[in-house]
């Protein structure tokens, strides 16, 4: 029940009725009000502006690169880049306890998916790896993911380690 907690909670503020980029467009919206929200902590702006600009990257390249970007496509991979976020996280909050090796290993299996799942044939790495290559940020992650398949990944490595 657990797990699907995200994912209730997700379908609890949408409406029934959703168009192609109705998940895009409320995770986008939602991070950029974090990120404008004078409340909000550094920790909270910091991941969401990660989110935001993966958000952006990945509607620009759709656009770029495809033919047709499909009616489900960026809101299945909106949802699963939050969801390999908030996974991530919960991760290293499970692990707490963990030694630095343990934690700096969970941090790069996660990373390393991200990067081993490209989404876009993009030779920008100095776009594409920002987030990785400044090495002190909450989301060390490339851009260039494709977010569904680099879940998957991660969940079947989490799974094996147990």
């Given at each position: 029940?657990?797990?699907f907690l995200?994912?209730?909670?997700?379908?609890?503020f949408?409406p029934?009725?959703m168009?192609?980029?109705?998940?895009?467009n409320y995770?986008?919206d939602?991070?950029?009000?974090t990120?404008?929200?004078?409340?909000?902590?550094y920790?909270?702006?910091r991941?969401a502006?990660?989110k935001?600009?993966?958000l952006?990257y990945l509607k620009r390249?759709?656009f770029e690169?495809m033919?047709e970007?499909t009616e489900?496509?960026?809101n299945k991979q909106?949802y699963?880049?939050?969801?390999y976020?908030?996974?991530?996280?919960?991760?290293?909050?499970?692990g707490?306890k963990?030694?630095?090796?343990?934690?700096k290993?969970?941090?790069?299996?996660?990373?390393?998916?991200?990067?081993a799942?490209?989404l876009?044939?993009d030779?920008?790495?100095?776009?594409t790896?920002?987030?990785?290559?400044?090495?002190n940020?909450l989301t060390p992650?490339?851009?260039n993911?494709d977010?569904?398949?680099?879940?998957?990944a991660?969940k079947?490595?989490l799974?094996?380690?147990?």
């Open positions: 029940m657990k797990k995200p994912i209730i909670l997700l379908l609890c949408l029934l009725k168009s192609a980029q109705d998940v895009y995770l986008l939602a991070t950029t009000n990120v404008n929200n004078p409340t909000s902590t920790t909270q702006v991941i502006q990660f935001r600009t993966a952006v390249k759709a690169t033919p970007v489900q496509f960026l909106a699963y880049m939050s969801e976020v908030a996974l991530f996280f919960d991760e290293l909050l499970k707490k963990d030694d630095d090796n343990k934690r290993a969970k941090i790069y299996l996660f990373m390393d998916i991200s990067k799942n490209p876009f044939d030779p920008d790495t100095d776009i790896d920002a987030y990785i290559i400044e090495g940020e992650f490339s851009l993911t977010w569904q398949k680099a879940y998957g991660v079947v490595e799974e094996k380690q147990k």
